[in-house]
């Protein structure tokens, strides 16, 4: 299927963009107008754009049905300062509740049962409950359009950033596996970011992955290893070579067994070394595959 954006509505558009575009993190934001109101509200259309100077970005939308802005918007507009509290699993539902589109002066805090705290440099509150929150001054809010759907760019600079304690190690690092974040994905669809689907993947550093293109041939053209596992063998800066010193019992045991059966020995040397990327094994996995190239 091909969609030609221009001939969708609003709402068809929006449909197929937030499922596609996503899992999108979640800014949860609380503002206060010029009287003192505290509005709180999520939204997905959010991410981080710069860390100097430490700029975010989220979106509070104008309405597809007919047109209004959003209390966040205008609260922005009276004072340009909001508390991004990021949203853990422990809290979705209420946040999903804080998401009700209630009357102007309605506190929402109290609606979905959270805890204000003080902000210690802007005005509006933030969520005790949330773990890791963000005060944020408002550089800028650029609209985007003025029909329904059209978003409103609120370009903050993050001034302020709260960790719980509990979320850091002996070297005050965050430990990922500690935060599990909700994110948004399509109409009622959430996910959660827990330890068991967490991966790991190794950043290129400074020295350049060899690349693909110059895997040997067998491998390159392997009928077993994956894109993604060639990708792993490639992102190393030089092509290894075989360590004599090298030892796998599970190797030698396929060279003893295959080794009079050159096509099904390079299948069971792949095979072995798709068990040891998929364990994050890339030097081992490459010993194992350099064994196809020798002689036997």
């Known amino acids: 299927m091909v969609l030609d954006l221009a ?21 949860f934001a609380s503002t206060i107008n010029a009287k003192g109101d505290v509005n709180l509200s999520p939204f997905s259309f959010f991410n981080l754009f710069s860390s100097q100077p430490p700029v975010v970005i ?10 209004t802005t959003k209390h966040t918007l205008e ?42 705290e003080a902000g210690t440099v802007v005005k509006p509150p933030m969520v005790k409950e949330s773990p890791v929150k963000l005060e944020c001054r408002v550089l800028e809010i650029k609209p985007l359009g003025t029909e329904g759907g059209a978003g409103n760019l609120v370009i903050c600079e993050v001034l302020q950033l709260h960790i719980a304690d509990g979320l850091l190690d002996e070297n005050k690092k965050i430990d990922q596996r500690k935060l599990p974040l909700v ?17 790991m993947v190794e950043k290129p550093n400074t ?11 067998g491998i390159r053209n392997s009928k077993i290893l994956t894109g993604n596992e060639l990708g792993q063998l490639a992102n190393v800066h030089e092509p290894p070579v075989v360590d004599a010193a090298y030892h796998d019992t599970h190797l030698q045991q396929i060279i ?18 798709r ?8 030097a081992d996995a490459w010993q194992v595959l350099l064994a196809a190239e020798l002689p036997i």
């Open 75 to 116: 609260n922005l507009q009276e004072v340009p300062e909001v508390v991004i509290n990021m949203v853990t699993e422990d809290m979705v539902q209420q946040t999903s509740l804080a998401s009700c589109e209630y009357p102007a002066g309605v506190n929402e805090f109290i609606k979905a049962g959270f805890t204000q």
């Open 7 to 27: 001939t969708l509505s609003t709402v068809e558009r929006q449909y197929y963009l937030q499922h596609v575009i996503a899992p999108r993190p979640i800014c």
């Open 256 to 273: 003893q067994y295959y080794s009079l059966n050159p096509e099904d020995l390079e299948k069971e040397l792949h095979l072995h070394a």
């Open 207 to 217: 020295k350049l992955g060899i690349g693909i293109d110059q895997l040997p041939s």
């Open 183 to 199: 994110a948004r994905l399509g109409g009622d669809w959430y996910c959660r970011v827990n330890e068991s689907n967490l991966f």
């Open 58 to 67: 989220f979106s509070p939308s104008r309405r597809v049905r007919d047109n």
């Open 275 to 282: 068990t040891l990327l998929l364990q994050g094994k890339v």
